[in-house]
């Protein structure tokens, strides 16, 4: 389960998924480093790499679950620090529907089965209990600029993707990071950056049933189009 060393490119990008459970291994700082450091090969615009990685691991990260817990089990509405747009709608909620079904079939959880929902939601808040949250935010300074959250996608893909290639697992998340005073108070994020995004990582269990998932895409005839080449 997990990358193995020395794979290709391809082998990367095709074998890479979320990870949802995780091994109760620390991981260590300097491979963490590596993995950083990779993703930081990124383009940004301009290069002006606005982002940046809280790594949180241990204590403080023991912290940030159970604020969020209490929080999310008191009914706090959530806090999120980006715009969350309308609830989808169309071909986006069957996509998030398709998701869900993979995920809670592998998962052995039932349409009504409420309190096994509400646990894998949980999980979710307690950033999949990995050994490690990154944290990704960005420079609230350059927070009117579109370019700055695609910038911020393109780091963190390529931080799942470096991470896949030493065998570690993540799973991008926005539940990490939807109590964002949790987050900011106890990884200790300053008020001149946005909280854009959490990443859970850690050694991928391989017994944990939602890991070997490979969630659907569609065919790159239904999302491209190529003009000019016949
Ligand atoms: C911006 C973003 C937010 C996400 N938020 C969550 C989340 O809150 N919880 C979760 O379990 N997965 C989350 N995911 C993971 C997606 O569900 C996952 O990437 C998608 O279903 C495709 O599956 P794959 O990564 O296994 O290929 C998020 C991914 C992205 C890029």
């Not at 939601?121 to 990995?130: E, H, M, N, S, Y």
């Not at 990154?134 to 893909?157: H, N, P, Q, R």
Request: proline share 7%; aromatic share 8%; glycine share 8%.
């Amino acid at each position: 389960m997990g990358g193995t060393p020395d794979q290709t490119y391809a082998e990367v990008v095709l074998g890479r998924r979320s990870i949802r459970g995780y091994l109760d291994k620390p991981v260590p700082r300097a491979l963490i480093e590596e993995v950083l450091a990779m993703a930081m090969r990124s383009p940004s615009s301009m290069n002006t790499q606005p982002y940046h990685f809280h790594v949180i691991t241990g204590e403080p990260l023991d912290r940030i679950r159970k604020g969020n817990t209490e929080r999310i089990l008191a009914g706090e509405p959530d806090s999120r620090e980006f715009r969350k747009g309308h609830p989808f709608q169309g071909v986006h909620r069957d996509r998030q529907v398709g998701c869900a079904i993979q995920l809670f079939e592998a998962m052995g959880i039932g349409r009504d089965d409420k309190e096994a929902r509400q646990d894998w939601v949980l999980r979710g808040f307690r950033q999949f209990d990995a050994p490690v949250c990154v944290i990704v935010t960005y420079d609230k300074e350059l927070s009117d600029a579109d370019d700055t959250v695609f910038d911020c996608g393109a780091v963190t893909t390529a931080l799942v993707n470096a991470a896949w290639s030493k065998g570690l697992g993540c799973v991008i998340n926005s539940q990490g990071i939807m109590q964002s005073p949790v987050v900011r108070e106890h990884a200790g994020i300053p008020e001149d950056q946005v909280i854009m995004k959490a990443v859970a990582m850690g050694w991928p269990d391989p017994d944990f049933p939602a890991n070997p998932v490979k969630i659907t895409r569609r065919e790159v005839s239904e999302a491209a189009r190529f003009v000019g080449f016949d």
